[in-house]
């Protein structure tokens, strides 16, 4: 009798694990089901968009980044203008549309006014960021001439240019990276030329989205040579 009621107790007793377990395991597959009003983490590439921001997308549709202002609109709806920091660098970054939608991205970076080899450095720094997400470039140019950081005849004013730019194609979209930097030398307390003399962009851009596609091409009518002559 002892045996029969001992045997009882642990088939009880195994099924109230069992039973157990399953609970656990329904549990557990609710609150994956649940809805935690997470947002998924979406990293698409380039053949995407940039930063996410789908190729084509309408301009009332602009993304939020972090680390940036309210976006600018300009009157013709046809460029929105953010400016905050991307790693290193203070930049503008201009989101511009055609009829087709976003097509490009243009981001100006913020430079040394009177350092050429800062200025250089900096390209370089990011030519090489560049590279090493999308291999190296398909097209170089670097020019630099005029008087080096030693030259100081103050009653001869010349100016040091440096022009650099590199290429990817990763298609269906083409990179372009561009330094054209003017610095004064000698430096002086007062600019001789006022104004913005350098700059350094970085361009993403679809080809495919870049033509309006509201424009018709309309052949040339050309007058007859008897209603010339």
Request: without cysteine; proline residues 3%.
């Amino acid at each position: 009798m002892k045996r029969i009621i001992l045997t009882l107790f642990i088939f009880s007793f195994i099924y109230a694990q069992e039973e157990n377990v399953d609970i656990t395991a329904d549990t557990s597959a609710a609150i994956d089901s649940t809805d935690l009003n997470v947002e998924p983490i979406d990293n698409f590439g380039l053949d995407f968009g940039y930063k996410d921001y789908k190729w084509g997308s309408a301009i009332s549709n602009l993304p939020l980044m972090e680390n940036f202002s309210v976006a600018q609109v300009n009157s013709d709806q046809s460029s929105a203008l953010l400016t905050g920091t991307l790693g290193l660098d203070s930049v503008d970054v201009n989101y511009v549309f055609s009829d087709s939608g976003f097509w490009k991205v243009e981001i100006d970076f913020s430079l040394s006014a009177d350092e050429m080899d800062d200025n250089i450095n900096t390209f370089l720094r990011l030519e090489k960021n560049i590279s090493e997400i999308y291999g190296n470039p398909y097209s170089t140019e670097q020019t630099l001439n005029g008087p080096s950081n030693s030259y100081n005849n103050f009653l001869n004013i010349k100016y040091s240019r440096s022009f650099y730019r590199s290429s990817w194609n990763v298609s269906p979209v083409k990179i372009l990276l561009i330094l054209n930097s003017l610095v004064q030398q000698p430096q002086t307390d007062n600019s001789i030329l006022e104004g913005k003399l350098s700059f350094m962009k970085l361009v993403y851009y679809n080809p495919d989205y870049m033509i309006s596609t509201n424009r018709q091409s309309q052949e040339q009518v050309l007058p007859s040579i008897y209603d010339i002559y």
